[in-house]
């Protein structure tokens, strides 16, 4: 049905969104990367001449680099593992027979619908408070001395605060995928005497497989460029510096333009490695 | 054959549920609880609290001391323009790539999606000069811009599994009806593609209303939408948890009542396609 005149019509169609996100993609980016060449210091001096790889050298030798990639680590692979984990398991239970089932569905979905900042400042505030918080009533009530749950435990608040954020996300995914499951093949393992658990780890695992490597990836592009939790949290402080935070810090705070750049470089190519993996599961659908 | 369950299990499954789902709910329902209560009454041990006077007050003064309906239409004007500006360019796009495949299309496609991988830190810089130099910092219509941009993937994309679903032998036919152009995507293509459009707004009206790196950054006192008002409160004086709280209840509640009516559209949305 495709003539020459309709396919002419349709380039023209996708020229805008084509165009925009052309722009979008290599305007900034050019300019990043010619930044990062650079040493460029907006309130000392301005741009101060081409510095080669200089800046990529020295994001990685200061002392800030290497805690911040472990603690990168941490967050990202912490709330992966208790996300997906719990989200198996919670997918699992509201899959079952029981009553008033689109309500406990509509209970556990709700904090992926609550803003970044107001999840941050609540948990900090009403809940993660040594004096004031609900845990801290909680350890009184128990006659145990309250945890300075912020600054002695940082990156496991932290992680519990994100995780509490994306739980919702992986659990509705992974239910999506259990419904979809052909429930005859099920009974049929059954009548052929295999237990629950056999049958978890035979038939319902592999068939969420998929799933699982879907939510694993997308929630690693969204977690590696977590901010807003620990902007309004700890700012930074206390072992809480991710990449994305270092990097923020190195453009706005102590605007370092070139340094940040080189940082911000750094992350390009560390998110498009797990975009590369992305696209191959999303790609695959594309067949189908 | 449906399996058979016993009541007793359907019993403890249901408890079993109930208790998790009110687990992870309770923060939520905390803070909705605390923007009743008195500053003071605020920070009293959770039973206290409770049994303490229901108010209305804490609403009442945040609007009074910060404005809060000018961050509140910020957050509106930004969320919904973005998505309007987003859904008119990507409606298009999505049309021509499901009705008229090419041989490129998988590859624009895939391309498109990888745009939305871009990490927002590493474009921090050129995009916050960017703003200076043409004005457009701590602005509502540098927002939406901004918005669009990052959401404009997922719009294309959620706008072509949709479309993509729709059969093509119903345009044939009405072809052969012989059906203009027009009348064809006026009375064949549209109403079929409503519902799709539908689920894309809203999925994304409820991200660009959460969004909160480039919100942060790119506002001050005058743009600030929801997100980027609650994050001054991390800095507080004196007491303020019935305050903030009363202030998040508002930012949050109408983002979870449109967020409950799009659980579909939000797996489907936000995997790309890759599960639905």
Same mark, same amino acid.
């Given at each position: 049905?495709?003539?020459?005149?309709?396919?002419?019509?349709?380039?023209?169609?996708?020229?805008?969104?084509?165009?925009?996100?052309?722009?979008?993609?290599?305007?900034?980016?050019? @300019?990043?990367?010619?930044?990062?060449?650079?040493?460029?210091? *907006?309130?000392?001096?301005?741009?101060?001449?081409?510095?080669?790889?200089?800046?990529?050298?020295?994001?990685?030798? &200061?002392?800030?680099? !290497?805690?911040?990639?472990?603690?990168?680590?941490?967050?990202?692979?912490?709330?992966?593992?208790?996300?997906?984990?719990?989200?198996?398991?919670?997918?699992?239970?509201?899959?079952? *027979?029981? !009553?008033? =089932?689109?309500?406990?569905?509509?209970?556990?979905?709700?904090?992926?619908?609550? @803003?970044?900042?107001? &999840?941050?400042?609540?948990?900090?505030?009403?809940?993660?408070?040594?004096?004031?918080?609900?845990?801290?009533?909680?350890?009184?009530?128990?006659?145990?001395? *309250?945890?300075?749950?912020?600054?002695?435990?940082?990156?496991?608040?932290?992680?519990?605060?994100? &995780?509490?954020?994306?739980? *919702?996300?992986?659990?509705?995914?992974?239910?999506?995928?259990? =419904?979809?499951?052909?429930?005859?093949?099920?009974?049929?393992?059954?009548?052929?005497?295999?237990?629950?658990?056999?049958?978890?780890?035979?038939?319902?695992?592999?068939?969420?497989?998929?799933?699982?490597?879907?939510?694993?990836?997308?929630?690693?592009?969204?977690?590696?460029?977590?901010?807003?939790?620990?902007?309004?949290?700890?700012?930074?402080?206390?072992?809480?510096?991710?990449?994305?935070?270092?990097?923020? =810090?190195?453009?706005?705070?102590?605007?370092?333009?070139?340094?940040? &750049?080189?940082?911000?470089?750094?992350?390009?190519?560390?998110?498009?490695?797990?975009?590369?993996?992305?696209?191959?599961?999303?790609?695959?659908?594309?067949?189908? | 054959?449906? +399996?058979?369950?016993? /009541?007793?299990?359907?019993?403890?499954? /249901?408890?079993?549920?109930?208790?998790?789902?009110?687990?992870?709910?309770?923060?939520?329902?905390?803070?909705?609880?605390?923007?009743?209560?008195?500053?003071?009454? #605020?920070?009293?041990?959770?039973?206290?609290?409770?049994?303490?006077?229901?108010?209305?007050?804490?609403?009442?003064?945040?609007?009074? +001391?910060?404005?809060?309906?000018?961050?509140?239409? %910020?957050?509106?004007?930004?969320?919904?323009?973005?998505?309007?500006?987003?859904?008119?360019?990507?409606?298009?796009?999505?049309w021509?790539?499901a009705f008229?495949?090419?041989?490129?299309?998988?590859?624009?496609?895939?391309?498109?999606?990888?745009?939305?991988?871009?990490? #927002?830190?590493?474009?921090?810089?050129?995009?916050?000069?960017?703003?200076?130099?043409?004005?457009?910092?701590?602005? +509502?219509?540098?927002?939406?811009?901004?918005?669009?941009?990052? %959401?404009?993937?997922?719009?294309?994309?959620?706008?072509?599994?949709?479309f993509?679903?729709i059969?093509v032998?119903i345009l044939?036919?009405a072809?052969?009806?012989?059906a203009?152009l027009?009348e064809e995507l006026l009375y064949v293509l549209t109403p079929m593609a409503i519902?799709?459009?539908?689920?894309?707004?809203?999925?994304?009206?409820?991200?660009?209303? %959460?969004?909160?790196?480039?919100?942060? %950054?790119?506002? #001050?006192?005058?743009?600030?939408?929801?997100?980027?008002?609650?994050?001054?409160?991390?800095?507080?004086?004196?007491?303020?948890?019935?305050?903030?709280?009363?202030?998040?209840?508002?930012?949050?509640?109408?983002?979870?009542?449109?967020?409950?009516?799009?659980?579909?559209?939000?797996?489907?949305?936000?995997?790309?396609?890759?599960?639905?």
């Open positions: 049905m495709a003539t020459q005149h309709s396919r002419s019509a349709a380039r023209l169609m996708m020229a805008p969104a084509v165009i925009l996100l052309l722009g979008w993609m290599l305007l900034p980016l050019t @300019m990043t990367l010619v930044l990062s060449f650079k040493k460029y210091l *907006p309130l000392r001096g301005g741009d101060l001449g081409w510095v080669g790889f200089d800046n990529y050298v020295r994001f990685v030798s &200061s002392s800030a680099f !290497w805690p911040a990639v472990t603690t990168t680590l941490i967050v990202v692979g912490g709330v992966l593992i208790i996300t997906v984990a719990l989200g198996v398991l919670l997918a699992l239970l509201l899959d079952q *027979p029981m !009553w008033g =089932q689109g309500i406990v569905r509509i209970l556990v979905i709700a904090p992926f619908f609550v @803003m970044p900042t107001v &999840s941050g400042l609540v948990w900090k505030n009403m809940f993660m408070d040594p004096v004031n918080g609900f845990f801290a009533h909680l350890s009184k009530a128990f006659g145990a001395e *309250p945890i300075q749950w912020l600054s002695q435990a940082s990156l496991p608040s932290l992680i519990m605060i994100i &995780s509490w954020q994306w739980l *919702p996300f992986a659990t509705l995914i992974l239910l999506t995928a259990i =419904q979809s499951l052909d429930s005859e093949q099920v009974e049929a393992a059954e009548m052929d005497g295999a237990g629950a658990i056999s049958r978890f780890r035979f038939i319902v695992l592999p068939h969420l497989a998929r799933a699982m490597t879907v939510v694993v990836l997308i929630q690693t592009i969204f977690l590696l460029s977590v901010f807003a939790e620990i902007f309004v949290t700890t700012a930074g402080a206390f072992g809480t510096k991710t990449l994305t935070y270092l990097i923020f =810090q190195r453009v706005l705070e102590s605007q370092n333009v070139g340094l940040g &750049s080189a940082g911000g470089v750094y992350a390009i190519i560390l998110a498009n490695l797990v975009a590369l993996f992305l696209m191959r599961v999303v790609g695959k659908n594309l067949d189908a | 054959m449906a +399996r058979t369950v016993t /009541t007793h299990r359907k019993i403890l499954t /249901t408890l079993l549920a109930w208790a998790v789902g009110l687990l992870i709910f309770f923060p939520i329902f905390w803070i909705i609880v605390l923007s009743f209560k008195s500053e003071g009454d #605020a920070i009293k041990t959770p039973i206290q609290v409770l049994l303490s006077a229901w108010s209305f007050d804490n609403y009442a003064t945040v609007q009074e +001391r910060s404005d809060y309906f000018k961050h509140f239409s %910020n957050s509106v004007l930004i969320s919904l323009g973005s998505t309007f500006l987003g859904i008119l360019i990507a409606v298009p796009a999505a021509s790539m008229v495949p090419s041989k490129r299309t998988r590859g624009i496609l895939m391309w498109m999606l990888s745009t939305k991988m871009l990490p #927002a830190v590493g474009v921090l810089y050129p995009i916050y000069i960017g703003f200076i130099r043409l004005g457009l910092l701590d602005t +509502r219509l540098g927002l939406v811009l901004i918005l669009m941009l990052i %959401n404009l993937p997922i719009i294309v994309w959620m706008l072509y599994t949709y993509k679903e059969p032998e044939e036919a072809r052969m009806d012989g203009r027009r519902p799709g459009i539908a689920s894309t707004i809203l999925l994304n009206v409820i991200l660009a209303w %959460n969004e909160a790196f480039w919100t942060l %950054n790119l506002t #001050a006192a005058k743009a600030a939408p929801l997100t980027a008002f609650i994050a001054s409160y991390s800095s507080p004086e004196g007491l303020f948890y019935a305050k903030l709280s009363a202030a998040s209840v508002m930012a949050i509640a109408p983002i979870l009542i449109m967020g409950w009516f799009s659980q579909k559209q939000l797996v489907r949305g936000l995997t790309f396609g890759a599960v639905k």
